[in-house]
Structures are given as structure tokens and as C-alpha cells.
């Protein structure tokens, strides 16, 4: 086998091929590749937003004013029906808070009766207890009997009961005038439905109502002027009867809710001092 000698200079001419130093284009190619492996620029593609601290602190204030004024013109309303703006009323938050309001007391009212009826079981399935009661009423029947009253029991009038005077025979009230208004309505199961009568501070309405042989949940309450109060409230009740008084300038009255499971119809009658009625 014969050896050659390996030429480095022509290989070095082939490396270095005239046509390529000459066309412009590979010189850009060369100098792109040498661009992609240099090292990063003093500057980077990525640029933050700078922030000041009176930035910040304007951009926290806007955010607590929003978050005040949603709390104050649309959550205090439609949630507990205060309404300090007046604008809760206008786009019907209010009447929507109140009725969430009486919605959770009539609920309250109910697990408060539910409570006491379960109490009430306990105390008469309890044994013990009834033998405490029974003694402690044997007991209040001797301590009478020494003094001289009446027991429940007998009913033997005492001495002193016999001696007291006849009553006095008081005079007929006189007869008031008619109605002056009167409104029936018919509520479907878990339907309610609100009367208001327009008062002045002191100001004293006659009313009835009455669910004509059925029962109704009520609310007796007043608002007016930024305040709120609640009168009476029931539960089941067939009717109602009395005078309402006015505790300040506003509008006072009632709200039925059906909690039975038929339609039940009332009927509401009222007269006195308010100025007028208040009814859908």
C-alpha cells in the first residue's frame, strides 16, 4: 500500500471555498449564528411595570370607597332593609331586605316554639319530676288550708271572699264609628303580603284582622325616617284585634305570611288617626 502525504494546504483551500467568502449571504447567516450564541444582552425583552407607593395607596383608597359604597347601597339594604341613601328603596333592595328580616324571626319564632314544645316532652315523660310537682302541690294545699284560703281543689270560697263588696257595673262603651277601611286578600302557601298605614309619632289606628277559619304567620312593625320596630309578632294565629300606636313619624302596619298548605283569605279592617292606607 502506498501513503500519501495529506496536503493541509490544499485542504485548507477546500475549507475556504472563494464562491462562499463571496456571497454576501453567508456572511449574514455567520453573523446571525454568532448572535444566537452570545450571551445575554444588558438589557432583557422583559419589562416591569414600576410602581410608587402613592400608586399603590390610591389604587388601595378606590378599592375600600367601591367596597364602601356596594356595602352601603345595595348589601345593607337587601340584606337587613336599611336603607341610609334612599336608593336601596328606589331599585327595591329594601323591601327585599325586610322581608329576608322577617322571613329569619318568623323562622326564629318557630324553632323557639319547636324548643319549648320538646321541652314541655321532656318534662312530662319525666317521672321524677312529676312526683316534685305533685308533692310541692300537696304541700301548697295544707299551707292554704291552715290559712283560710280556698283550695284549688275544693273551691271553698274563704271568709274574705265572702265579705267583698259587689262589683261596680261599669258603663257601655260608646260605639265607634264604621271602618273607615277595609281590604281582603287571598295568599297562596308561603305567600305574604304587607298593609301600612301612614302615621305621625303618637298617632293610635284601630284594627281587625281575621283569616276567616284559617291561620296566618303576622309581623307588627314600623319604619320611617331611617328607623326601624318591631310591635308584635305571631305565629298560627286565626285573627287579631287592638289598637296600633305609632312610636314615630313613618309608616306602621303589618305582614302576613300563609304557612299552611291551602290558600287562606283575611280580611283587615282599620280606622283612627293615619293620614292613609298603604296597600298593594
Sequence with gaps: MTNHPYDTAGAEHLRADPRHAADPRYHQYDHQHDHRHAGP????????????????????????????????????PAEYGFDPTGMGRIMGLTQMGEIKQQLYAEAAD?????????????????????????????????????????????????????QAPAPVVEAPEPV????????????????????????????RAEFEWTAHGSVLNYDTHGDGGGRKVTYEQGRGEP????????????????????????????????????SRMIAP
Design 176 to 203: 265607634l264609628p264604621d271602618w273607615r277601611d277595609e281590604v281582603s286578600y287571598t295568599l297562596a302557601p308561603t305567600q305574604g303580603v304587607e298593609v301600612k298605614l301612614v302615621m305621625a309619632e303618637g298617632a
Design 41 to 76: 444582552p444588558e438589557a432583557g425583552h422583559i419589562r416591569g411595570v414600576n410602581a410608587t407607593s402613592g400608586g399603590l395607596l390610591r389604587a388601595t383608597l378606590g378599592s375600600l370607597a367601591a367596597a364602601l359604597v356596594i356595602l352601603i347601597v345595595f348589601w345593607l
Design 239 to 274: 285573627g287579631q284585634a287592638g289598637t296600633l300606636i305609632a312610636d314615630f313619624d313613618g309608616n306602621h302596619g303589618w305582614f302576613w305570611r300563609n304557612r299552611t298548605d291551602a290558600p287562606v283569605t283575611f280580611t283587615l279592617r282599620t280606622r283612627g288617626e293615619y
Design 110 to 162: 318557630e324553632d323557639a316554639v319547636l324548643a319549648a314544645q320538646a321541652a314541655a316532652e321532656r318534662v312530662s315523660a319525666d317521672p321524677a319530676l312529676i312526683a316534685r310537682l305533685d308533692a310541692l302541690e300537696t304541700q301548697m294545699a295544707a299551707i292554704a288550708a291552715a290559712l283560710g284560703v280556698a283550695s284549688p281543689q275544693t273551691g271553698q270560697p274563704d271568709a274574705a271572699a265572702a
